[in-house]
C-alpha cells in the first residue's frame, strides 16, 4: 500500500480541485461518448458540467448524460438484441458484453496503476462497496469507455445480420477486438504524431497522478475526432 498517494488524495479531496478534476473526467467521458453518436450521425448531449460544484450536482449531470447516450445507443441496434438500456449484469448480449468489456478495461487501468505503486482502493468519484473494490481505476476508465468498448460492441453487432445462435461464444472474439482497439493509432495534437490509443490512455492516467502528486487540477488530453483519417495518412507513409 503506498501511504503517502492515499495521504495525498485524501487531502486532495478535501479541497475545491477535488471536483474540479472529478468534472474534467467526467467531461472527457461525454465528450467521447458524443465523439461516437457522431460517428453515426446521431445529436449530442449538451451538458452543463461546468456549472456543477458539488460532486453530486456532477453525478446528477453524469446521469442525464448517460440516459441520453443509452437511449440514443439503443436506437442504433437491431430489434433482436432485447436492448432496453445499460443495466449491469443484464440478460441481453448487449449487457452482457458491456459487463465483460467494462471488466476487461478496468483491469488494464489497474494494471497500469499497480505498476506505478498507484492503490487504486480510494478515488474521487466512486467510493469501495467490498474489500476489493478499485475505485480510482472505476473513476479512470469513464475515460476510455465509449472508445474502445462501447464503439466496439456497436461495430460488432452492426456487422452481425442475425441473432447470435451462442452468446458466450462471441466474448473471446469481441475482447480479440477490443485488445486490438486499444492499439490503434490515434493522433495527439501534443505530440503533432499518431500513437496507439494505450499510449493515450496511459497518458491521461499519469496526469492524474501528477495532479493529484503537485495538488494541480487534472488537465487530461484532448483526442481529435477526426484522428482516424490523419493516423491512416501517416502509416501509409511509415512513420507512425
Known amino acids: ?105 478496468t483491469g488494464v487501468v489497474k494494471k497500469f496503476l499497480e505498476e506505478r505503486a498507484v492503490p487504486a482502493s480510494l478515488g474521487l468519484i466512486h467510493v469501495p462497496r467490498t474489500s476489493d473494490s478499485a475505485p480510482l481505476a472505476y473513476d479512470l476508465v469513464e475515460m476510455f469507455r465509449a472508445d474502445i468498448v462501447d464503439a466496439e460492441l456497436l461495430r460488432h453487432i452492426k456487422l452481425k445480420k442475425k441473432p447470435f445462435l451462442e452468446p458466450d461464444k462471441e466474448i473471446a472474439h469481441f475482447l480479440h477486438e477490443v485488445n486490438e482497439r486499444l492499439e490503434k493509432p490515434h493522433y495527439l495534437k501534443e505530440f503533432s504524431s499518431c500513437r496507439p490509443y494505450r499510449y493515450y490512455l496511459e497518458l491521461q492516467i499519469l496526469k492524474f497522478i501528477k495532479a493529484i502528486n503537485h495538488k494541480e487540477p487534472f488537465a487530461p488530453v484532448h483526442l481529435p475526432t477526426r484522428h482516424d483519417s490523419r493516423c491512416v495518412l501517416t502509416e501509409d507513409k511509415g512513420v507512425v
Open 1 to 105: 500500500m503506498n501511504a503517502l498517494w492515499i495521504s495525498r488524495l485524501c487531502e486532495y479531496k478535501k479541497t475545491p480541485l477535488a471536483v474540479v478534476s472529478a468534472q474534467k473526467i467526467i467531461e472527457t467521458k461525454i465528450a467521447r461518448e458524443n465523439a461516437l453518436l457522431h460517428t453515426y450521425a446521431k445529436p449530442a448531449f449538451s451538458t452543463h458540467i461546468h456549472t456543477t460544484v458539488t460532486t453530486n450536482q456532477l453525478l446528477l449531470e453524469e446521469a442525464r448524460s448517460a440516459r441520453h447516450f443509452w437511449h440514443t445507443v439503443q436506437e442504433l441496434l437491431p430489434e433482436w438484441t432485447g436492448f432496453k438500456g445499460r443495466q449491469p449484469r443484464g440478460k441481453d448480449i448487449m449487457n452482457k458484453l458491456l459487463d465483460v468489456g467494462y471488466h476487461h478495461l
